[in-house]
């Protein structure tokens, strides 16, 4: 009876054992494809911060004319019978495109690169407002610069223009609106990160407004306050606009290094390197400009930056 017992009981053991052993060598075998996946990962950030700093200091030494532009090629204009591609063909020129869903679109002269177009007292501003769902609920703004002559006094006007048919039009956001907007933000504070939010979307609405001095100081304080806050490369980025609208070109190009150096990873890198280029060219610096714009299609290519900067060393 007892032999019986314990033939069953070993026989019962036997099995169970083999099971266990085996989850055993499966958990070994899962912990060490996972340290293996750590380790990848690791690997693949470390490269990717090389990367980056490789990139950063290509563009920085651009930027200092401290090292040679390498070769670029720059595909002839498209002669009058020819039927454009792609959009950028057309009058607009799309520069960039914000994560909060911000584009700058050059139009006419602006778009062929003169400079002198944006000393023109005609030059003026003209900005789209859409609505997005993202994460901040924010609201995402097209600007479009563009230069024409026009008779004196100059004005500026902020139109909304609906992204498919560009005809509806609503009433511009003013400047008193803006400061509206910052007195109720500082009486109904809101979480930390609304109030940040809030805090761009008023100094963005003082630049499409044309309060320009009004919106370095805010863009500025923003910085000051929110350093580390996604937006702080674009706030970076629009107060190099405010500066470069006001024709103030050295402080516009002190600021788009600025983003340069102090956000190497940020998506305006390529649009504050385009404006960089414009920037010396504004003052004169043509050669520095080229390099500069000739950066611009090499380390980025196929995007919209490089597509304007490409079309601007077309021009002679």
């Known amino acids: 009876m007892w032999s019986c017992w314990l033939s069953l009981v070993v026989g019962c053991a036997s099995p169970l054992t083999a099971v266990r052993e085996d989850n055993k060598r499966l958990t070994q075998t899962v912990t060490g494809l996972r340290a293996d996946r750590r380790a990848q990962d690791r690997k693949v950030r470390d490269l990717q911060r090389q990367l980056d700093s490789l990139r950063a200091q290509i563009v920085t030494s651009v930027v200092d004319g401290s090292m040679p532009s390498l070769p670029v090629e720059v595909a002839a204009p498209l002669s009058s019978g020819t039927t454009p591609s792609s959009p950028l063909a057309h009058g607009a020129r799309v520069v960039g495109i914000a994560d909060d869903g911000t584009e700058i679109v050059y139009e006419g002269d602006a778009a062929a690169g ?3 177009t944006l000393e023109d007292e005609g030059s003026r501003y ?13 609201a995402s703004s097209r600007v479009t610069v563009s230069s024409r002559r026009a008779p004196p006094p100059a004005t500026t006007r902020v139109a909304s223009v609906d992204r498919l048919e560009g005809t509806h039009r609503v009433p511009a956001v003013s400047a008193r609106t803006a400061r509206t907007h910052a007195r109720a933000r500082d009486v109904a504070p809101v979480e930390r990160s609304d109030e940040a939010a809030n805090a761009y979307r008023v100094a963005v609405d003082l630049v499409k407004a044309g309060s320009l001095a009004e919106a370095v100081t805010a863009l500025q304080g923003f910085l000051a306050k929110y350093p580390r806050h996604d937006f702080a490369d674009n706030a970076q980025y629009w107060l190099g606009e405010a500066f470069y609208a006001q024709h103030e070109y050295p402080r516009a190009l002190a600021e788009f290094r600025g983003v340069i150096e102090t956000y190497p990873r940020g998506n305006k890198v390529p649009d504050a390197l385009l404006k960089v280029g414009y920037c010396y060219q504004a ?3 043509a050669d520095k400009s080229r390099a500069v714009l000739e950066q611009v299609v090499n380390l ?17």
């Open 114 to 116: 003169k400079v002198g």
């Open 126 to 138: 003209e900005v789209s407002n859409e609505v997005s769902n993202d994460s901040f609920n924010r």
């Open 300 to 316: 980025y290519p196929k995007t919209p930056p490089a597509a304007i900067a490409a079309k601007r060393l077309e021009t002679p």
């Open 283 to 285: 003052l004169g610096q």
